[in-house]
């Protein structure tokens, strides 16, 4: 069995599987190596945040994992990594280990920096004029749908379309989801997402802010619908997700509303009828729709957030 120390934390080596480098140390907690085992990808504990943290969350530099290896006194871990992106290290080197110390104590910095940590990192600005944008009638509670929101979300879910009817397996974890057709598990996954996402609005989950951090678990709310919506084969206007959202913005809902929709939500899409799941997954839409005018930012981020990760991956244009 593998020791965790007093704070429930084992301490984890992260290697290159193709150079042999290593990228980094971090910690996890029983939580945080379940989520790297179930997704396939680093998950690690923050003791200055105290949450769980997926590696590339903002960065896009995520860590495929190829093996794992527990020491002698099995009190540490060790993972081999195919490291997307060019920066492991949240100062925007390779490795964290881009100084070599000398006999004095002092440092050397001995590789050149990948990225502008200032850059990646940088909160997402709140002051968009969402009234003008999605043009809201003052006199009326009709919201135009835009045809810009449409039309990613439409090319979206075409990427989680492709990704189940060409097995990619090997190169991307959610072909892989898809291949396994488990909703249960998606459902399952969902709930913690959505979980993290009334959570932000609360504070009680914290990564960078507010505003970033809706951005974060609003897509990975809607990552989960379309990978459930995918699995069981919904042709996007049985759900029509670009309403949804809209639809979930203009709401206002109270916290014994929210428990409601957030529990039927899952209900519904665990369920086996396609009408009935498409109805949760709607009802799972218009909840990131709810949280984008709750952290006062435009509900295209999430959308945009997804696609820059796929552009990233070179799955779309």
């Given amino acids: 069995m593998l020791n965790f120390d007093r704070q429930g934390l084992v301490p984890t080596v992260i290697v290159d599987d193709a150079t042999g480098d290593v990228l980094m140390v971090a910690f996890m907690n029983a939580e945080a190596l379940q989520k790297t085992k179930a997704t396939g990808y680093t998950h690690f504990f923050?003791?200055?945040?105290?949450?769980?943290?997926?590696?590339?969350?903002?960065s896009g530099n995520v860590q495929a994992v190829r093996a794992m290896f527990v020491n002698c006194e099995e009190n540490s871990l060790l993972l081999r990594v195919e490291q997307h992106g060019e920066a492991a290290c949240h100062e925007g080197y390779r490795s964290c280990y881009y100084r070599r110390m000398s006999s004095d104590g002092t440092y050397e910095t001995i590789a050149e920096r990948v990225f502008n940590p200032e850059e990646v990192y940088v909160k997402s600005d709140a002051s968009v004029n969402i009234q003008n944008e999605f043009h809201i009638a003052e006199d009326s509670v009709h919201i135009d749908v835009p045809e810009e929101l449409r039309v990613k979300m439409r090319q979206l879910y075409g990427v989680y379309l492709y990704l189940r009817d060409n097995d990619m397996s090997e190169q991307s974890n959610t072909s892989r989801l898809l291949q396994e057709h488990s909703q249960s598990y998606l459902v399952s996954r969902l709930a913690d997402e959505l979980q993290e996402l009334v959570d932000v609005q609360s504070g009680e989950h914290v990564h960078a802010g507010r505003e970033p951090d809706t951005i974060l678990e609003g897509s990975q709310v809607g990552y989960w619908l379309f990978l459930i919506?995918?699995?069981?084969?919904?042709?996007?206007?049985?759900?029509?997700?670009?309403?949804?959202?809209?639809?979930?913005?203009?709401?206002?809902?109270?916290?014994?509303?929210?428990?409601?929709?957030?529990?039927?939500?899952?209900?519904?899409?665990?369920?086996?009828?396609?009408?009935?799941?498409?109805?949760?997954?709607?009802?799972?839409?218009?909840?990131?729709?709810?949280?984008?005018?709750?952290?006062?930012i435009s509900p295209i981020m999430p959308v945009e957030f997804d696609l820059d990760q796929m552009r990233r991956k070179g799955l779309v244009k």
């Avoid at 923050?46 to 903002?58: D, M, P």
């Fill in 46 to 58: 923050s003791r200055s945040r105290n949450t769980i943290w997926r590696k590339g969350e903002q």
């Fill in 229 to 296: 919506a995918a699995t069981l084969r919904l042709n996007y206007n049985d759900f029509v997700p670009h309403e949804a959202l809209l639809q979930g913005y203009k709401e206002q809902y109270g916290e014994g509303k929210l428990i409601e929709l957030w529990q039927e939500c899952l209900s519904l899409t665990a369920d086996s009828e396609p009408n009935t799941i498409a109805k949760g997954l709607q009802l799972g839409f218009s909840l990131v729709g709810w949280a984008c005018a709750n952290a006062k």
